[in-house]
């Protein structure tokens, strides 16, 4: 980003901050992503009743209305591949045959654990996915407050006294920000079925970095620097009783991200987009080193961000299509 162009230091921090929305630091990312907050300047964003979880509810309706069988909590072990043909998948020790396979776990994760034979991986070896360069991580506190407050704002950035020396501390120096940068969202403003009556959501995103910079998540880390956000939360005029306020909470932090949901180094965005690392030159959704393999997510091209990740699951079934057309 060429935030030099900018003199205003509030505005060159908030076209900043976008970047971070895909795990880069504005000081190294391509200026490519100057694009994120054009786009939601010139149109705007659009606003799912019932939050992000619509998606996933409208993608299973959708699949089982298309006659897909979906299994939950039934880990995969194994993606089988012969003769450079990707043939199915192993769970419970037992194979799984098919004719494709497509796979939307972490693309690094995907390879270090899901292909154990390295010669099946082409380039993506244990030792080129440990030196591929990561996106910061987060800590994301979900928070359920039994009062409504004073505020119309439904999106807030707040911006720590040094954000150069914030970012450096997410990507370079390998520490907990002391002063970080966070974003508040207050859903239940747009959308109150999100919250009981007389109460109100609030979902805080805390940018932190992945762990191979820094992993003591002990219980003692996470409740100071969960008080750390709410200390600094309570010093806004908006939410300055909100300790008190807090019935229901969750947290998530780059642990988290690793054990539940598989992102490679808890990394919660992904391959970070270098230049390097961009679209076309991200991994790719058709597998370039065995056939009838396709994967999606935030680590494959396109990239990484909800809207994008569709786009990416998007392209691996055209993919597959297009296969399965030509060997029909």
């Known amino acids: ?4 162009s900018t003199k205003n230091e509030n505005l060159r921090n908030s076209l900043a901050f976008q970047t971070l929305y895909i795990g880069i630091s504005p000081y190294q990312g391509p ?47 194994e993606i089988i591949i012969k003769d450079k043909v990707a043939v199915g998948i192993r769970v419970n020790n037992h194979p799984i045959h098919s004719d494709y396979v497509l796979c939307n776990a972490d693309f690094p994760t995907a390879m ?12 993506y070896t244990d030792q080129k996915i440990a030196k591929m360069d990561y996106s910061c991580s987060c800590l994301v506190l979900y928070l359920g407050l039994d009062k409504k407050y004073p505020t119309e704002a439904l999106h807030t950035i707040h911006f720590a006294q040094d954000f150069s020396k914030n970012v450096a501390d997410l990507f370079d120096n390998g520490k907990l920000p002391e002063d970080p940068s966070y974003y508040v969202y207050v859903p239940s403003k747009m959308d109150p079925s999100l919250a009981p009556e007389n109460s ?26 969960r008080q750390l956000i709410i200390n600094k939360l309570r010093q806004t005029a908006t939410f300055s009783d909100i300790e008190q306020h807090i019935v229901v909470e969750k947290q998530f932090t780059p642990v988290d991200f690793k054990e539940q949901f598989g992102a490679y180094n808890g990394a919660t965005f992904g391959l970070r987009p270098t230049l390097k690392q961009s679209n076309y030159y991200r991994p790719h959704n058709k597998f370039d080193y065995a056939d009838h393999l396709y994967f ?29 057309q030509t060997n029909a």
């Open 296 to 324: 999606c997510g935030s680590s494959t091209h396109p990239g990484a961000g909800v809207p994008i990740v569709m786009q990416s699951a998007k392209l691996a079934v055209e993919e597959l299509i297009k296969d399965d």
């Open 200 to 225: 109100e959501a609030l979902y805080v995103l805390v940018p932190v970095p992945e762990l191979s910079k820094f992993n003591d998540w002990s219980p003692t880390t996470l409740k100071n620097y």
């Open 1 to 4: 980003l060429n935030l030099q």
């Open 31 to 77: 200026s490519l992503y100057n694009i994120i907050p054009m786009i939601e300047l010139f149109y705007g964003v659009y606003f799912l009743k019932g939050g992000m979880y619509t998606v996933v509810n409208s993608l299973v309706k959708l699949f089982k209305e298309q006659g897909g069988t979906l299994k939950l909590a039934t880990p995969v072990q």
């Open 112 to 123: 270090t654990t899901l292909i154990p034979n390295e010669q099946n991986r082409g380039q």
